[in-house]
């Protein structure tokens, strides 16, 4: 959640409606689908396991993310405001408890 971070996803943003397909395209290619891969590959690993119980682990890896970036994300991204690292622990530590609880070991 650094300010330039923040910056820049404000920017992709405002520019994706001016480059349709392009922006858009690039960033989730470049960034958002590359981080859910390797989310997928290690809760599949932890699935394997036996310490979790996620029949669609792709649709599990989609459910963390959402706990853990996007209260905060929007917060940094609307609020225009820093965030505080005590409010990003707490969802952090909230959002992995959830989660837990959905798809902890039967």
């Known amino acids: ?9 404000r920017l992709h943003i405002a520019e ?3 480059f349709p397909g392009h922006v858009g395209e690039s960033w989730r290619r470049e960034g958002t689908k590359q981080v859910q891969q390797v989310l997928e590959q290690h809760l599949g690993r932890l699935r394997d396991r ?3 119980d996620a029949p669609d682990i792709t649709i599990a890896s989609h459910h963390l993310a959402a706990l853990l970036l996007c209260t905060v994300g ?11 690292a005590q409010e990003i622990d707490r969802y952090v530590h909230d959002g992995v408890h959830a989660f837990l609880t959905i798809y902890g070991p039967a």
């Open 1 to 9: 959640m650094s300010a330039e971070l923040v910056a820049l996803r």
């Open 16 to 18: 994706a409606a001016h």
């Open 50 to 52: 036996g310490l979790l």
């Open 74 to 84: 929007n917060g940094a991204l609307f609020d225009f405001r820093p965030v505080p």
